[in-house]
């Protein structure tokens, strides 16, 4: 199993900032996701982060407005970037074990 | 384009009877599915996958069925109970075990 923590939990952003969302996994692991979930909607993949390699964006989503790091094989960053309103959302880390997906408890953004 | 449907009313079920949430897809040709429990403001949990050749797994109280003809998945609670009142969702997986995408889930709500 994994276990993931997050920071911030929670933040209240004014429009045109960036926050940065960092994600911790207690062990080692290749495949690293974020997604965001809207509120009462299912989830959206962002990017997938494998480390030592370019994330992959899905369609819709770009490096510029979600910069992400991966420095190794227990951290990542997501960047939101000059946010507005509709990035209110709520951003969850992801990772995967052999066929099982383990999700951090996210973090609740809302921008103002 | 792919597309994950669930149940999008609530589901309300009297405490011991089954439950039963249904996941249909289509244009799409999953090697697994996976059924996830989200409780308000937490990640969802993993809960069972079953890959394109079985067609029933079980765990627990749990049991999925899956059916490539008719592209749809059953999900059952027997026995249910108050504690099982969450949001479920089910995902589809591809054989190269990249991507996950999420349907939008059912909230269920068990009544004593």
């Known amino acids: 199993s994994a276990v993931i923590s997050q920071k911030p939990s929670r933040d209240i952003c004014q429009r045109g900032t960036s926050l940065t969302i960092q994600c911790q996994v207690d062990?080692?692991?290749?495949?690293m996701f974020w997604y965001r979930q809207q509120p009462g909607q299912s989830l959206t993949l962002i990017a997938t982060?494998?480390?030592?390699?370019?994330?992959?964006?899905e369609s819709g989503f770009v490096i510029d407005k979600f910069p992400i790091s991966r420095p190794n094989l227990t951290f990542s960053t997501l960047t939101v970037s000059n946010m507005s309103p509709e990035d209110s959302s709520i951003y969850l880390c992801?990772?995967?074990?052999?066929?099982?997906?383990?999700f951090g408890p996210g973090t609740r953004l809302t921008v103002l | 384009s792919q597309k994950i449907e669930q149940n999008s009313e609530a589901l309300n079920i009297q405490e011991g009877k089954t439950a039963t949430l249904t996941c249909n897809y289509t244009?799409?040709?999953?090697?697994?599915l996976q059924w996830y429990r989200q409780d308000p403001g937490r990640g969802p949990v993993f809960l069972l996958l079953?890959?394109?050749?079985?067609k029933e797994k079980r765990k627990e109280r749990l049991k999925v069925t899956f059916d490539t003809t008719l592209k749809q998945s059953l999900f059952h609670i027997t026995a249910s109970q108050p504690a099982d009142s969450a949001t479920y969702l089910c995902?589809?997986?591809?054989?190269?075990?990249?991507?996950?995408?999420f349907g939008s889930g059912t909230r269920l709500s068990i009544r004593p």
């Open positions: 992801s990772v995967r074990t052999l066929l099982e997906q383990f």
């Open positions: 062990s080692q692991v290749t495949m």
């Open positions: 982060a494998n480390q030592g390699s370019e994330a992959t964006y």
């Open positions: 244009n799409y040709s999953p090697a697994y």
């Open positions: 079953i890959r394109e050749n079985e």
């Open positions: 995902a589809l997986e591809n054989s190269s075990a990249s991507k996950i995408i």
